[in-house]
T-cell receptor, first 115, second 112 residues
């Protein structure tokens, strides 16, 4: 009964391909995030959505396009994959500020390897 | 821009020791601060959440304190065990942008 689930867990693909990572949360949260963890283990925010609307878009190449069909899902689509995109991508969710318990929960991560 | 630093970067101790992990942040306009642990190859597990109005929060052998005005939080681990070995991350949540900004982490190893 996973709170935040991501698929796939591992993804190996060639340069130039297009791939998607899916994320779903069953906590009833209204805010979802994508984070990237690089080879040095540093976690950096990429996107934040609140009730299906984009709130935060850090300086991320426009090859990365998040899509939120409903507030329980936030998928990440990546076009024209590059070697530097290899990393672990984490999805997270929480309530927005002022809406009660705002503890953030993370998925188990998707390890993307571009060859 | 929020910057988060964690000291020490790595720590190796025998089991049974009481530990102190430090987190400092540059922007004190935070809504809350969360501590996580990350095991190798795994996701992040939430340990403690401290609201900006709180001074400390406890869960079992873990105690986290927050001094928002000075931009510091400390995680105390009592009677450390080998199972505590992991990377510990702190993440203040910005009041203005609603972003969780992560520190660089403290890699802890507790040996028997």
């Amino acid at each position: 009964d996973t709170a935040v689930s991501q698929t796939p867990k591992y993804l190996v693909t060639q340069m130039g391909n297009d791939k998607s990572i899916k994320c779903e949360q069953n906590l009833g949260h209204d805010t979802m995030y994508w984070y990237k963890q690089d080879s040095k283990k540093f976690l950096k925010i990429m996107f934040s959505y609140n009730n299906k609307e984009l709130i935060i878009n850090e300086t991320v190449p426009n090859r990365f396009s998040p899509k939120s069909p409903d507030k329980a899902h936030l998928n990440l689509h990546i076009n024209s994959l590059e070697l530097g995109d290899s990393a672990v991508y984490f999805c997270a969710s929480s309530q927005q500020q002022g809406a009660g318990n705002t503890e953030a929960f993370f998925g188990q991560g998707t390890r993307l390897t571009v060859v | 821009k929020q910057e988060v630093t964690q000291i020490p970067a790595a720590l190796s101790v025998p089991e049974g020791e009481n530990l102190v992990l430090n987190c400092s942040f540059t922007d004190s306009a935070i809504y809350n601060l969360q501590w996580f642990r990350q095991d190798p190859g795994k996701g992040l597990t939430s340990l403690l959440l401290i609201q900006s109005s709180q001074r400390e929060q406890t869960s079992g052998r873990l105690n986290a304190s927050l001094d928002k005005s000075s931009g510091r939080s400390t995680l105390y681990i009592a009677a450390s065990q080998p199972g505590d070995s992991a990377t510990y991350l702190c993440a203040p949540r910005s009041y203005n942008t609603d972003k969780l900004i992560f520190g660089t982490g403290t890699r802890l190893q507790v040996f028997p």
